[in-house]
């Protein structure tokens, strides 16, 4: 067996290597593990591991890679439609290429995973989402989101990270059994005694396994997971940007966000909410921009 140590891609051969995992702490035979694309917490014995070969990690990256550009495609021709009904509503149908613009709403998010907060930052952008990141541990969410909320001001709050369920240390109603829910739900309701109403400020929260009644009823509008699978890294960002982009006179179904999610409506959920949009006209340019 090679030597095992922190930071190599992993696999659990008791789960047949199911899901890849990054090694975040060795302590004796005691291993604790982050997914790589999923976010999901483990701790697994030393000698359970095997190390993913070259080959097979890439073959297992590029089948990860498609079906990202798959969703994000997917997400752009929803979006383009959204443009062209907005572009046709805001001028009366009377319209000239780039008449008017638009304010996207803000985005919030808070990581428990600093690699998993560049990734999706990386996709805020390419989406034309504007992001505030923050990585932050997820028992310290709740101590900080007050002061981050006056700071930053923004429309959509994402409170993500890592999370596990786990059936040994209680049922699926109880905080306890779960890694990260209590923080999770503990940071919701902190930010709703600062911004109290849904449409004014927007609310991912959750990760693989988390406690979705829970969160919900904290004051989230959207969150994993009903059915306590494992979520995609980047699920939160599709489902607050489906938000962003949304103008704020409409209304985004919970269906809107699923069909352009990752994981689909078992790992992800939530309630009708306004979109966070504005549009304006007439269209100007930017001094920045345009240097």
Request: charged share 30%.
């Given at each position: 067996?090679?030597?095992?140590?922190?930071?190599?891609?992993?696999?659990?051969?008791?789960?047949?290597?199911?899901?890849?995992?990054?090694?975040?702490?060795?302590?004796?035979?005691?291993?604790?593990?982050?997914?790589?694309?999923?976010?999901?917490?483990?701790?697994?014995?030393?000698?359970?591991?095997?190390?993913?070969?070259?080959?097979?990690?890439?073959?297992?990256?590029?089948?990860?890679?498609?079906?990202?550009e798959s969703c994000y495609q997917l997400f752009?021709?929803?979006?383009?439609?959204?443009?062209?009904?907005?572009?046709?509503?805001?001028?009366?149908?009377?319209?000239?290429?780039?008449?008017?613009?638009?304010?996207?709403?803000?985005?919030?998010?808070?990581?428990?995973?600093?690699?998993?907060?560049?990734?999706?930052?990386?996709?805020?952008?390419?989406?034309?989402?504007?992001?505030?990141?923050?990585?932050?541990?997820?028992?310290?969410?709740?101590?900080?989101?007050?002061?981050?909320?006056?700071?930053?001001?923004?429309?959509?709050?994402?409170?993500?990270?890592?999370?596990?369920?786990?059936?040994?240390?209680?049922?699926?109603?109880?905080?306890?059994?779960?890694?990260?829910?209590?923080?999770?739900?503990?940071?919701?309701?902190?930010?709703?005694?600062?911004?109290?109403?849904?449409?004014?400020?927007?609310?991912?929260?959750?990760?693989?396994?988390?406690?979705?009644?829970?969160?919900?009823?904290?004051?989230?509008?959207?969150?994993?997971?009903?059915?306590?699978?494992?979520?995609?890294?980047?699920?939160?960002?599709?489902?607050?940007?489906?938000?962003s982009l949304t103008p704020f006179l409409e209304?985004?179904?919970?269906?809107?966000?699923?069909?352009?999610?990752?994981?689909?409506?078992?790992?992800?959920?939530?309630?009708?909410?306004?979109?966070?949009?504005?549009?304006?006209?007439?269209?100007?340019?930017?001094?920045?921009?345009?240097?």
């Amino acid at each position: 067996m090679a030597d095992i140590q922190v930071g190599n891609i992993v696999g659990r051969n008791s789960y047949k290597c199911d899901i890849l995992f990054r090694v975040k702490k060795i302590d004796g035979n005691k291993v604790e593990l982050q997914g790589e694309d999923l976010r999901l917490v483990a701790d697994a014995p030393l000698d359970d591991l095997v190390i993913i070969e070259e080959s097979d990690r890439k073959k297992r990256e590029k089948k990860q890679k498609d079906h990202e550009e798959s969703c994000y495609q997917l997400f752009r021709q929803d979006r383009k439609l959204i443009r062209e009904k907005n572009e046709y509503d805001v001028t009366s149908g009377y319209t000239k290429r780039n008449s008017y613009f638009e304010v996207p709403g803000k985005v919030l998010h808070l990581d428990g995973d600093p690699l998993y907060l560049k990734k999706c930052t990386q996709v805020y952008d390419r989406l034309g989402v504007p992001v505030y990141g923050v990585h932050l541990k997820e028992k310290e969410m709740p101590l900080q989101i007050a002061s981050l909320i006056e700071m930053v001001r923004p429309d959509i709050l994402v409170i993500t990270g890592h999370d596990a369920y786990s059936k040994s240390k209680g049922t699926e109603s109880e905080l306890k059994a779960y890694r990260n829910s209590g923080h999770f739900v503990d940071t919701v309701k902190e930010a709703r005694k600062v911004v109290p109403y849904m449409d004014h400020l927007v609310i991912f929260a959750g990760a693989c396994q988390s406690n979705f009644q829970s969160l919900l009823k904290a004051g989230a509008n959207f969150a994993s997971s009903p059915n306590r699978i494992n979520i995609h890294a980047l699920d939160p960002v599709y489902v607050v940007s489906k938000v962003s982009l949304t103008p704020f006179l409409e209304r985004v179904g919970v269906w809107d966000v699923l069909k352009t999610s990752l994981t689909g409506e078992e790992g992800l959920g939530g309630v009708e909410t306004s979109g966070s949009l504005r549009r304006g006209m007439p269209h100007y340019i930017d001094e920045e921009e345009d240097s």
